[in-house]
C-alpha cells in the first residue's frame, strides 16, 4: 500500500488544479506568502501570522503545515489543498473534519497570493472543495467562519449560500474584532454551473471518512 495515497488526490474545476501540499509545492507558497498576502492595516485571519518577520515567515509556514499533515487521522484530519493555475502555486485552500464518520461536517479556510486576488479564485477553489466535500465524501454541512470586515471572504460566502450562524470576539492584533461564524447545509449550497473532476480519491479515502 502507498503510505501517502492523498499526493495522488487532486481536483479540476475549469480553472484551477487543488493537490494536498507537498514540500515543492510548500516552498512555492512560502515565496508567495512573502510578497504580500493583504494589507498591512488589515488581518484578514484569527492568528496573525503573516506579522512574523520576514526572515521567519517562511519556517512558520512550513513547519505549520508540516505538522497538520503529520497529524492526520481519519477521525480529526486537515488537508490543505495547494491551488495551481498554468502549473504555478497561487494559494491554497484547506478544507478539515473531526470524526466526520458521524459528523459528517467539513469546515474550511483559504488565502490567495494579492497578486491573484480580484479574478474569481477564491468562490472558485472554495466550490471546489464543496462540491468534494458534499458529492465526493458525502458531507452534509460545511462551515467557515470570517471577520465581519472582511468584505471579499463575506462575498465569497454569500454567493455560495452561506448563513450566518454567530459571532465571537477575536484580537489578533491587540483589539477586538467580530468573528462571524458561517455555515452551509448542502441543500443550501448554490452550486457553480461547472463540475469538478476528482482523481485518485478511491485510495485516499478511508483517510478522510473512517
Known amino acids: 500500500m502507498d503510505p501517502w495515497p492523498l499526493r495522488h488526490l487532486v481536483i479540476r474545476t475549469p480553472r484551477l488544479e487543488l493537490r494536498p501540499d507537498d514540500d515543492a509545492g510548500l516552498l512555492e507558497l512560502a515565496e508567495l506568502a512573502a510578497e504580500g498576502i493583504h494589507p498591512s492595516d488589515e488581518m484578514p485571519f484569527a492568528v496573525a501570522w503573516t506579522d512574523a518577520p520576514p526572515s521567519e515567515l517562511g519556517l512558520r509556514m512550513l513547519q505549520y503545515y508540516w505538522a497538520q499533515r503529520a497529524a492526520l487521522t ?13 502549473g504555478k502555486v497561487i494559494g491554497t485552500q484547506g478544507l478539515s473534519a473531526l470524526n ?30 464543496l462540491l468534494f466535500a458534499f458529492d465526493h465524501l458525502g458531507a452534509v454541512i460545511a462551515r467557515s ?39 452551509l447545509d448542502e441543500n443550501r449550497f448554490q452550486r457553480p454551473s461547472w463540475q469538478v473532476t476528482v482523481e485518485g480519491l478511491a485510495d485516499c479515502v478511508h483517510l478522510l471518512t473512517g
Do not use: C
Request: net charge positive; charged share 25%; glycine share 10%.
Open 145 to 183: 467562519a470570517a471577520w465581519e470586515k472582511n468584505a471579499a471572504s463575506n462575498r465569497v460566502s454569500e454567493k455560495l449560500g452561506y448563513t450566518r450562524e454567530g459571532t465571537h470576539r477575536l484580537a489578533p492584533r491587540g483589539e477586538p474584532l467580530t468573528h462571524i461564524y458561517l455555515r
Open 74 to 86: 481519519s477521525a480529526d484530519w486537515s488537508v490543505n489543498f495547494l491551488i495551481r493555475i498554468d
Open 100 to 129: 466526520f464518520k458521524v459528523l459528517q461536517e467539513v469546515s474550511s479556510g483559504s488565502w490567495l497570493g494579492r497578486r491573484y486576488q480580484g479574478n474569481g479564485y477564491g468562490t472558485e477553489m472554495r466550490a471546489a472543495v
